[in-house]
């Protein structure tokens, strides 16, 4: 691992452990914990989390695809967040999957692309509609996400890997918070984006790797619809107006949330995580109604 790396793992994990403090189980959610999607014991895990008093209901689905720069991050980070989806009537599956540098592009795709496959095969069984799969990202995982839903709906595309998606799998709606959609390198030797291109991409942000990482180069009118969402305080800002630009002209359809505004504190980064605020529950009850309608 480098230098860099640990340190985005040790700030980030300090912040997420501030984030999360006093939070526990809610008594309304059953859980099961640590089931392997993979044969990587340690990152292939999956957790799933339903309402209790949906007894064996099946039910719609959303599947998390956690962010953290590529480098950083994991399902227990992300849990509270997922039982608070799953409190509004949702079967949710919120997964680890392979970190660089330990391991490089695609393999979070390859991961997900398992998880999606578990899901398909194990329906039943965890009370879930895969007539209504939905999926949410942020962050790096917003680039993932979205990148993964263009090899399901783009064949030109999805033939640059080698791994091949579930044969009828369908992603009714995404919600992309705060992602990143177009990668480029900085002008700084010392760009933070260049060095964690450099940890995730193989040959270091190759012409070619740049692209295959593009969202908005890769859209077709297949993409599912789509919540796209940024605030105040976020330093991908200026992402989100790209892929709206670029799903506009695609004719996906799409609905753009900025959240916070000049006369209040700024909501920062990845904010919807932090659902012991106001602005997060608000921010989350958006993205389920959203899925709703599809």
């Keep these: 691992?480098?230098?860099f790396s640990d340190a985005i793992r040790k700030q980030f994990q300090a912040g997420d452990e501030v984030r999360d403090a006093g939070l526990t189980t809610p008594d309304d959610i059953f859980r099961i914990d640590n089931i392997p999607y993979g044969p990587d014991p340690r990152m292939q895990l999956l957790d799933i989390y339903r309402p209790k008093g949906a007894g064996k209901t099946p039910l719609p689905v959303i599947v998390s695809f956690h962010g953290g720069a590529w480098v950083y991050g994991d399902k227990d980070l992300y849990q509270y967040y997922c039982m608070s989806l799953a409190q509004r009537g949702f079967?949710?599956?919120n997964y680890s999957y392979r970190l660089a540098p330990e391991s490089q592009f695609p393999a979070p795709l390859e991961d997900t692309n398992l998880v999606f496959t578990w899901l398909i095969d194990h329906a039943q069984k965890i009370g879930a509609d895969t007539r209504r799969i939905f999926a949410v990202g942020d962050s790096a995982g917003a680039n993932g996400l979205a990148l993964y839903a263009e090899l399901l709906t783009n064949p030109t595309y999805a033939a640059h890997f080698s791994f091949k998606v579930p044969q009828g799998l369908k992603i009714r709606a995404l919600a992309l918070n705060c992602g990143v959609y177009k990668n480029s390198f900085g002008d700084q030797p010392d760009d933070s984006q260049k060095l964690l291109l450099k940890e995730y991409l193989p040959e270091g942000g190759s012409p070619q790797e740049l692209d295959l990482l593009d969202v908005?180069?890769?859209?077709t009118r297949d993409f599912p619809p789509t919540?796209?969402?940024?605030?105040?305080?976020?330093?991908l800002l200026n992402q989100a107006p790209l892929l709206a630009q670029a799903l506009m002209k695609e004719s996906i359809p799409f609905t753009f949330r900025f959240y916070g505004d000049p006369h209040h504190k700024e909501l920062g980064h990845v904010f919807h995580l932090r659902i012991k605020t106001p602005e997060a529950n608000g921010?989350?009850?958006?993205e389920c109604e959203f899925f709703r309608r599809f």
């Design 1 to 3: 691992m480098s230098e």
């Design 91 to 93: 079967t949710v599956i």
């Design 216 to 219: 908005t180069a890769h859209l």
């Design 227 to 235: 919540y796209l969402m940024t605030c105040t305080g976020d330093p």
């Design 283 to 286: 921010c989350n009850d958006d």
